[in-house]
């Protein structure tokens, strides 16, 4: 039984990407520690530790081989006229090959993740904003404002390695850095310095959140009337605005994700006009955290191979980006859509799938495209496990301030198709036929 | 597989050829002698009539990185306009200002551009730059790295660190991220944003690290002309934009000591601050200052009117501007301790005074410089222009009535304060040849391009000879990339994939424990997952190779 140890791996299964990660590779048991969070111990262990017998496909919901996954998919594609290519959870190499196959079938693009990204995208198409990366954090942020998210649910390692850091290089220690929690924290620990300092918690519930960035752009800019009348903690929130107003360098940290309510742009906006405002006399930064299930890795490839971003469809034969029509819930709710690609080729316990049934209660036909260690997915005629990139393929993956993109290596040797292979198998299959 | 082009007229500046009526061999992606005794020729193309020229180079265009896909992000509503669709061999894409990685390569290569070079890789970034050039089609890549804000040599330089030391961290730098050069980027001033300064002088301190713009500029032009890098350091000077700024340019090149540099972009680096608005050319005494310094070439960067999107790394100047964005918007960042960049949206308008002037202020450069060796024609691609406008541009320098044509229909009031109308000169097809292909190879130490001798790649353009030479350059009769025909009168016929030019200087490899240590103690990620290996970029070029050309000099002593 070959073993190895691997050492500086890079992570997939969060946006931080964090790369200090290392590797016992036992036979095909992966066992990840070094730095490792639980979620990448997690996820390294149920892809990296697959029983032999395991199927590596199925065709309606029954053990396939390969090849005849790959017919079952054959007949599905060829038939389709209006495929969807849905989850899209791969890094750069798998997305370069579904691109490929998206633009010989017309097929229309959406991230699993693009309801929380747009919130986001649509404040960057309006008015843009000023932003910042991890390593810029670790070293200057003194005023650090969790808007809406305690940050450590969703990227475990934050904390410690962009914030509690022993040697940040314009700042005399970390421990004084101020951290700031606007909203309403499952977990404090991450954000507690390591000399038990708990961070300063503004409690509001998300339905308060978007008054309060409002609120913060108003009382930075001093835009606000004199006696403005509001149940928010106004004090609390001057205090803030306050201390971003003196820092040498305030960041803003927020997960679109987090920020779970109808216009949340909107709410972005407020945070990022109130950057713009503070950047005037002094520097202030968001740090937009997102890049789970490779958001940023596929939507990279989309945009420099398109110029646009999820939700675009290339049914017209060039891209048509529309980020209310083309959503995969709206596409599969009224059956505009034939067919769906379902791709979720990151972490295994990214289970859960769009509904497939239209408004009609007439259910479009699912490809599904799996992590090993993914539960059979019901909606699915044909499941194929793909290989994991960072476990049985290499890769490149953007990590969560969309600069650093990371070389993601092979761990271990198996048989299972990468997403790219599989697309192009298709492109083979489909040969020269007008689509 | 022998092609043979027949009786084409042949400028090839580097050979001194011009006009010449010859034959043109390729075999197997090269240009050769003839065949070989007994070899068939398996192709011939009877060319009598028209212009043989090698692929043009594009040596600053930016076409790879994070601040290209921030643009496209930005700009769905430019990208409407020019929608690209799926059709023949070519997959579909988008146009005009930022437009897709594909698209990019096709519409170079319809237009006998056979090489693109990315100015400002961030080191950090360097890998995403990688790949999207590999997914750039046909015209061969590659990239200069950005430094001089980033704060391993500032502290370095601030430590008094020997230069030996500092050109192995240069050195390292080109290696580790495969670039073919170096650019700095208003020397220390994205650090000094960072630390809330808005403006940096050449001659000023850096607010933190107390060195000067000069200094960085010095060291780093003399790092790369000890290790031997072929192209001399490619500078975006401090002050870009600001009237009064062609001081500034002329200090650097004072600054540089001899040195050899390349000034980038130097139309935005050219203002001065005479006449009622406070700005005016200084075109004149910018040229003259490359006439008499022979280290010095510069590239243009010439601004036409109409939508754009401007992507530098100099976030320090472009939070400056981004009130001027149109639309109104625009992305800033601070980068990793490394570097920076600022995207915002332009529309330049020719009956904007301070635009008509930007307009005549490039085109004066290139008419009042003499040396087309020195001069490169770009638009510093998209930042004054989409790179497709090259074919206008080129008329505007070889016909001088339609140029005074188009200066009668700019802003009055710049046209009046420009020399441009007084200039006679129209530069002659071997000067654009110059200028496109023969000088950028030299620049950037390509030997085996831009020119057609036996032995170089067969990257080769055929035109058909016409009184508009906007119509001759925008799509040539035939173009070839390592030997395959890849365009046909603006169609694209085969699409093949580039290399990457990549040079390796020599350095002491003990750099990396501190580098490494560095990383460990300041960064977020590992210095070994920072490198990227030969192996990744042929992982990521489609096919493409890597070229790694030789780090040498001739004798020239400072």
Redesign the interface.
């Known amino acids: 039984m070959a073993t190895a140890t691997l050492t ?1 791996v ?1 992570c997939p299964f969060c946006g931080l ?1 964090c ?2 990660l290392t590797l016992d590779v036992s036979g095909e048991t992966l066992s990840a520690s070094g730095g490792a969070c639980t979620r990448a111990k997690r996820a390294f262990q149920k892809i990296g530790s697959l029983p032999a017998d395991t199927p590596q496909s199925w065709v309606e919901g029954k053990p396939a081989s390969l090849d005849q996954a790959m017919a079952k998919v054959m007949d599905l594609i060829s038939a389709s006229k209006a495929p969807l290519f849905g989850g899209l959870a791969t890094d ?1 190499l798998g997305m ?1 090959g579904l691109m ?1 196959l998206a ?1 010989r079938t017309g097929a229309l693009l959406d991230h699993m993740n693009s309801e929380a990204k747009l919130r986001n ?1 649509r404040s ?13 954090v ?3 942020a003194d005023v650090i404002v969790c808007f809406g998210t305690d940050v450590s649910s969703r990227f475990p390692r934050f904390f410690e ?2 914030v509690w850091v ?2 940040p ?2 700042l005399e220690d970390s421990e004084h850095r101020q951290v700031i929690i606007i909203g309403q924290p499952n977990d404090l620990n991450g954000a507690t310095s390591p000399n038990g300092r708990v961070p300063e918690v503004i409690s509001l519930s998300p339905d308060r959140l978007a008054e309060a960035a409002a609120l913060m752009r108003g009382l930075v800019a001093g835009s606000l009337p004199p006696k403005i009348q509001t149940d928010l903690p106004l004090a609390a929130l001057k205090s803030v605005a306050e201390r971003l107003k003196q820092a ?2 305030g960041v803003i940290v927020w997960a679109a994700a987090d920020l779970d309510w109808s216009h949340a742009d909107l709410t972005v906006q407020a945070l990022t006009g109130m950057i713009g405002t503070l ?1 005037i006399t ?2 202030c ?1 968001g740090l937009p955290l997102g890049g789970s299930d490779g958001d940023f890795s596929s939507d ?2 989309m ?7 999820f939700r675009t469809s ?1 049914a ?4 048509h ?1 529309d980020p209310v029509m083309n959503s995969t819930q709206r596409v599969l709710h009224e059956e505009e859509a034939d067919l769906v690609l379902w791709v979720a080729g990151l972490d295994p316990d990214r289970t859960q799938v769009p509904s497939t049934q239209s408004a009609s209660g007439k259910h479009c036909p699912m490809i599904a495209l799996t992590s090993a260690g993914s539960p059979l997915i019901s909606e699915a005629v044909v499941q194929i496990t793909v290989a994991t990139p960072a476990v049985d393929t ?1 890769g ?1 993956f ?1 990590r969560a ?7 993601l290596r092979k761990a271990i040797q198996r048989s299972h198709p990468t997403v790219a292979e599989f697309a192009h198998r298709v492109m083979a299959g489909l040969g020269e036929k007008a689509c | 597989m022998l092609t043979l082009l027949k009786g084409g007229k042949i400028v090839d500046p580097t050979r001194h050829i011009s006009r010449v009526v010859g034959d043109i061999y390729m075999r197997d992606g090269w240009i050769v002698e003839g065949p070989k005794p007994g070899e068939r020729i398996d192709q011939e193309i009877d060319i009598t009539g028209r212009i043989v020229m090698a692929g043009a180079i594009d040596m600053h265009t930016h076409i790879g990185g994070g601040k290209v896909n921030i643009a496209r992000n930005m700009l769905p509503e430019d990208h409407r306009f020019d929608p690209v669709h799926r059709a023949g061999l070519c997959r579909s894409g988008c146009g005009h200002a930022a437009p897709s990685t594909l698209t990019t390569g096709y519409r170079y290569a319809a237009m006998g551009y056979t090489a693109g070079f990315e100015p400002a890789m961030l080191p950090v970034n360097a890998r995403q730059a990688h790949l999207e050039m590999g997914d750039t089609p046909i015209i061969d890549k590659g990239a200069y790295v950005m430094l001089g804000s980033d704060d391993f040599l500032l502290r370095l330089m601030r430590e008094g660190a020997s230069q030996e030391r500092i050109n192995d961290y240069v050195g390292f730098t080109i290696a580790s991220s495969q670039a073919l050069g170096l650019k700095v980027v208003n020397p220390g001033g994205i650090s000094d944003f960072k630390f809330n300064r808005r403006k940096l002088d050449l001659d000023e301190e850096h607010s933190h690290y107390h060195v000067t713009a000069r200094q960085i500029v010095h060291t780093l032009a003399r790092a790369l002309h000890e290790l031997k890098v072929p192209h001399p350091l490619h500078i975006h000077a401090s002050n870009l934009g600001v009237p009064g700024n062609f001081q500034t340019t002329l200090d650097t090149i004072t600054g540089a000591e001899g040195f050899p540099i390349h000034l980038t972009h130097i139309q935005f680096h050219s203002y001065g601050t005479e006449g009622d608005r406070k700005f005016s050319s200084e075109a004149a005494k910018i040229a003259e200052a490359i006439n008499n310094n022979p280290h010095v070439s510069a590239d243009v960067g010439q601004i036409m009117f109409g939508q754009t999107v401007t992507c530098s790394g100099d976030n320090m100047t472009q939070h400056l501007n981004a009130g001027f964005g149109n639309p109104k918007k625009s992305v800033i960042m601070d980068i990793e301790c490394d570097a920076g960049c600022g995207v915002v949206p332009f529309k330049y308008k020719d009956k904007n005074f301070v635009n008509a002037l930007q307009w005549a202020v490039g085109l004066e450069i290139f008419l009042r410089v003499e040396d087309p060796w020195r001069v490169f024609l770009t638009t510093d691609h998209p930042n004054g222009a989409p790179f497709t406008s090259y074919p206008h541009l080129i008329r505007l320098l070889m016909d001088k009535s339609f140029r005074n044509d188009a200066l009668a229909r700019i802003n009055p009031d710049a046209a009046a304060l420009s020399t441009l109308g007084s200039i006679d000169r129209e530069y002659t097809l071997d000067e654009i040849a110059i200028m496109t292909r023969a000088a950028p190879a030299k620049i950037l130490g390509l030997k085996d391009c831009g020119h057609l001798a036996p032995g170089a790649r067969a990257d080769v353009v055929v035109y058909q000879e016409d009184s508009d030479p906007e119509k001759m350059f925008t799509a040539p009769e035939y173009v070839f990339k390592n030997g395959t025909m890849v365009a046909k009168s603006g169609e694209i016929v085969a699409v093949t994939w580039g290399d990457v030019h990549v040079v390796k200087p020599q350095f002491d490899r003990s750099i990396e424990k501190p580098l490494g240590d560095y990383f460990d103690r300041h960064l977020t990620q590992k210095l070994g997952n920072f490198k990227i290996s030969d192996d990744e970029i042929r992982d990521i070029t489609n096919g493409g190779g890597l070229r790694v050309h030789a780090c040498e000099r001739d004798g020239r002593t400072v």
């Open positions: 500086d890079a990407g790369d200090d750069v370069r490929e633009d995208l960057v198409q309006d008015a843009g904003w000023i932003t910042t990366t991890l390593s810029e670790r070293n200057r390695r962009c022993e040697e290089m314009f040498h360098y950047n002094t520097r930064s990279a490839v945009l420099w191979q398109t110029g646009y971003p290339l017209s034969g060039t891209g980006y290499h490149y953007f301030d969309k600069i650093v993109s990371l070389p």
